[in-house]
């Protein structure tokens, strides 16, 4: 989420052979043991997103004093829970001896450490949807892209149409779910590592860079000082309203950055056996979350030292730099490189629902037309792409979507289950001063997550006010 992982999910979708093949594939992770430093530069890539080019905007709502602050707030929760989670889960009890309790992904631990209710409750309710948003997500922030490089070449060649240009950008939507479509059909596509090198170490990189490098240019060069303020965006830019919800939706951005909290079970399956599995994924959670919230910082400030209240949703892709072309072509073309295959694995378990009928053939009736056999899988398939694109056209606010997403994932992936697998595992007896402790943690973080979707949520209804879906409008 940042955005959430594309390591995470291709490994965790490894778990299950494709298409109802006879693979013999277990679920492993099929690499050489990694060291504390490689497993810190799995968990750097994949937390480096597209999220991080809305942190400027998160920066400009909390200002100079309290975005920082939040980001590092943050930072600390998520390595203090994944200590409690390690302990609980990898602890060198001899536990992960037997390969019936191997954990290879994180829902895999849900279903064998939580009731089954709870299990049902978390796959059917939040983590699906939730990958059915960032996968709207990716197809919006592509759309976006591609009408941003569309743009480009339009102002760049002198412009036409009496100085206005018109946005297609809903003809984008339909040329990344034609591709979607394609990839789709590709069943191992999702097994793929040089995929996973690709999508969330090259282009994420990539344009990840050059947003924070033409901001630190924008500041030395044009600016000369910072701007911005302690408190954030100011009243009168914004309402009084408007900027309490802004306030709430940043820490939902600023969440959905550091969603890489179920990654890290994939990771810890490349590793070495109990104890010292445990002890090198602390370090390795220490080590990159450090790295990352350095970098999360240096983006989210300078962006906002760039363009102060007026800093954009999306540093890139929202038009604040217009040049030098040729480096923001680059970095636009990237954005939509690692979303191509981003939205791949993240659709992975998607795509698996029902997979036992992938092979089965449906019979498709067209009025006038005679009727088709075509397999379930690649009706199944179609569909779950053609439906993300249709909620990409009706709901096209990334930076809306990306806080919702945040604030729904942080609390229940990052908290809540950690602490509950901790206190079940250590047998902790209620009332006592450690579970008090815990509950208020998980408390705090609830109502965090809950502000974080309601400012998000006003978002999303302020924009649509002036929005007409499906509509090729003039900007």
């Not at 109802?20 to 799995?42: E, P, Q």
């Not at 709502?61 to 409690?84: A, D, E, K, N, R």
């Not at 709207?136 to 009496?162: P, V």
């Amino acid at each position: 989420m940042g955005d959430q992982t594309a390591e995470q999910n291709q490994v965790s979708n490894d778990s299950h052979p494709q298409g109802g093949s006879n693979s013999s594939y277990d679920g492993r992770l099929k690499t050489t043991r990694t060291t504390v430093w490689a497993a810190s530069a799995h968990i750097i890539t994949a937390l480096i997103g597209s999220g991080v080019l809305s942190l400027a905007w998160a920066t400009a709502q909390l200002g100079w004093i309290f975005g920082p602050i939040v980001m590092l707030l943050f930072s600390l929760v998520t390595c203090y829970t994944f200590t409690l989670f390690a302990d609980a889960v990898f602890h060198s009890s001899g536990k992960l001896a037997s390969d019936e309790k191997k954990y290879t992904n994180y829902m895999d631990t849900f279903l064998k450490e939580l009731d089954e209710s709870m299990f049902k409750l978390i796959s059917l309710g939040v983590y699906y949807i939730s990958l059915f948003g960032v996968a709207s997500g990716c197809t919006t922030e592509s759309s976006a892209s591609l009408n941003a490089i569309q743009w480009s070449k339009w102002f760049h060649s002198g412009g036409d149409n009496n100085g206005q240009y018109h946005m297609n950008r809903n003809l984008c939507v339909i040329i990344f779910c034609v591709i979607q479509i394609f990839f789709s059909q590709i069943y191992d596509f999702g097994k793929l590592r040089w995929v996973s090198v690709l999508v969330t170490g090259v282009t994420s990189f990539t344009y990840s860079l050059i947003g924070l490098c033409l901001s630190v240019a924008k500041v030395a060069a044009e600016t000369g000082n910072f701007r911005g303020s302690l408190t954030g965006i100011s009243i009168g830019t914004v309402t009084e309203t408007q900027k309490i919800w802004r306030t709430f939706h940043a820490v939902g951005v600023i969440a959905y950055a550091y969603s890489y909290f179920i990654i890290l079970i994939e990771i810890q399956d490349s590793m070495e056996s109990p104890p010292l599995e445990v002890k090198k994924m602390k370090n390795a959670s220490v080590i990159s979350v450090g790295v990352i919230t350095l970098f999360y910082m240096l983006c989210g400030c300078f962006g906002y030292a760039a363009f102060g209240d007026l800093s954009p949703e999306n540093l890139l892709t929202g038009l604040g730099f217009d040049k030098p072309f040729w480096i923001l072509e680059i970095a636009k073309v990237a954005i939509f490189i690692h979303l191509v295959g981003a939205y791949q694995i993240y659709c992975r378990p998607l795509f698996e629902i029902g997979k036992d009928r992938f092979n089965k053939e449906i019979e498709i009736s067209i009025p006038g037309f005679r009727s088709y056999k075509l397999k379930f899988g690649l009706v199944w398939r179609t569909t779950v792409v053609t439906l993300t694109s249709v909620m990409s056209m009706l709901l096209p606010f990334f930076n809306d979507g990306v806080g919702l997403l945040g604030a729904l994932g942080f609390w229940p992936f990052t908290v809540y289950f950690p602490v509950e697998m901790y206190i079940r595992e250590k047998k902790i007896t209620k009332w006592k001063t450690e579970w008090i402790c815990l509950q208020i943690l998980s408390f705090a973080c609830f109502i965090i997550s809950i502000a974080a979707a309601t400012g998000s949520i006003a978002g999303f209804v302020l924009d649509l006010k002036s929005f007409k879906p499906f509509k090729f409008g003039t900007s």
